[in-house]
């Protein structure tokens, strides 16, 4: 099993790789880009069809953000509906055959890592410096060693689920479609196309493409607000 | 082309995680200047004229219900004014039939007192017309009678005497 390919690399400090998981991220910036120019393309005052969705859905997340992470951080919805359309349609664009870009473990953790930023900026901003350090000492100072853990589990923990969901769907349609070819081609030999491998995977996409997509785009934002909503309160 | 280069399934590095946190943060951008921000400001221009819209029609009620009361007052002024017209055209046009009555009742006792006057005069000129007539007639009898002149004057007067005392 194969991890993203490098295409080239940019030969400056020991080369930086240009690989199939950014150029995919760029792929569904510029698919999340042409989503939002169209939906908000030529809005009325009394919406209709794709305006009416449009809305429907801002309103929705504005409405889950303000739930989650109480009043007063609407600010924080626009990068919660980054979160979850870049998780969303990076998973998703495995449909399209392409490698989803969430199923590598830099992508889910450079959220992640903006999302633990978020969280300790958030602590330190409501709470002052001075109480989040104490914080860590909580509920007595030999407990430091064990909160800081927990610190850095949170990122690890959001990213590792969300890379492990994604591969692992990715290596069992890849093991399947094998398997498929391989018994495809001991019973079937005969004929040219591995004849098998039409429609069962199509069946297990449903669920490791399609619904752990989604699923896992919800977790993933859900679990922002919560981090997030939480220092503030 | 040569051999594909790929990178190991589990792999970490400083290079992608940069260029992912780049992406998420222009995604961000892009979903709040794309998407967040057009919608909400259509959302609060819609929200505005609806609250703008409220407070115009509250405020053409409120408008309507004084005009409304305003028109009852006067309609109620109206009924009573009419009212009072018709008291007064009643009243008038009583004393003007009384007063019209009266006038006949006077006019008619009027010509009645000139009828008997004039009847009365009448009725006297005649009498003195019958005893000039009768005088003059005993005169011619009495002469017929007497058949000698006498002074007719003297005659007359006896003639007088005599109707008087007997009418």
Redesign the interface.
């Known amino acids: 099993?194969?991890?993203?390919?490098?295409y080239f690399e940019i030969p400056v400090l020991k080369g930086?790789?240009i690989?199939e998981?950014?150029r995919n991220?760029?792929f569904v910036?510029l698919l999340?880009?042409c989503l939002?120019?169209f939906?908000?393309h030529n809005?009325q005052?009394i919406p209709t069809g794709k305006q009416a969705l449009?809305?429907k859905a801002?309103?929705m997340l504005?409405g889950l953000v303000d739930s989650t992470m109480g009043e007063g951080c609407r600010h924080y919805?626009?990068?919660v509906?980054?979160?979850m359309?870049?998780s969303l349609f990076g998973s998703l664009i495995s449909v399209l055959g392409l490698r989803p870009t969430t199923a590598?473990?830099?992508?889910t953790?450079?959220?992640a890592?903006?999302v633990c930023f978020l969280i300790h900026y958030s602590n330190i901003k409501f709470h002052g410096l001075k109480a989040y350090l104490k914080g860590y000492l909580e509920p007595i100072f030999i407990m430091a060693p064990l909160n800081i853990l927990s610190e850095i589990a949170t990122p690890v923990s959001m990213s590792f689920r969300h890379f492990g969901n994604m591969?692992g769907g990715l290596v069992i349609s890849t093991l399947l479609l094998s398997a498929l070819a391989a018994f495809s081609n001991a019973i079937l030999g005969f004929l040219p196309v591995p004849l098998l491998q039409i429609g069962i995977p199509g069946i297990l996409s449903l669920y490791f493409d399609l619904f752990t997509a989604c699923m896992q785009a919800f977790i993933f934002s859900m679990l922002t607000m919560a981090y997030v909503g939480n220092a503030r309160s | 082309m040569g051999e594909?280069?790929?990178?190991?399934?589990?792999?970490?590095?400083w290079?992608?995680?940069?260029?992912?946190?780049c992406?998420?943060?222009?995604?961000?951008l892009?979903?709040?200047k794309?998407?967040?921000g057009?919608?909400?400001k259509?959302?609060e221009?819609?929200e505005n004229?609806v609250r703008e819209l409220y407070a115009t029609a509250e405020a053409d009620r409120t408008a309507a219900e004084t005009m409304k009361r305003d028109y009852s007052a006067s309609i109620a002024n109206a009924k009573e004014e009419a009212a009072q017209i018709t008291a007064n055209a009643t009243k008038r046009a009583a004393a003007r039939s009384e007063e019209i009555l009266a006038d006949a009742s006077r006019q008619a006792s009027d010509l009645m007192r000139k009828a008997e006057e004039s009847i009365e005069l009448e009725k006297k000129k005649t009498l003195n017309e019958i005893k000039d007539e009768i005088a003059g007639l005993s005169v011619m009898i009495a002469s017929k009678v007497v058949e000698k002149e006498i002074d007719e004057a003297d005659h007359k007067r006896m003639i007088e005497d005599f109707i008087s005392k007997v009418g």
Do not use: H
């Open positions: 099993m194969n991890g993203p390919q490098v930086l790789p690989t998981s950014m991220q760029w910036m999340i880009l939002c120019v939906l908000t809005l005052k449009a809305e801002v309103v504005n919805a626009p990068f509906a980054a979160i359309l870049s590598d473990l830099n992508t953790l450079g959220w890592l903006i591969a | 594909a280069i790929y990178q190991s399934f589990v792999t970490f590095n290079w992608g995680l940069c260029v992912t946190i992406n998420l943060l222009i995604t961000f892009i979903v709040r794309f998407l967040f057009p919608i909400n259509m959302l221009a819609r004229e």
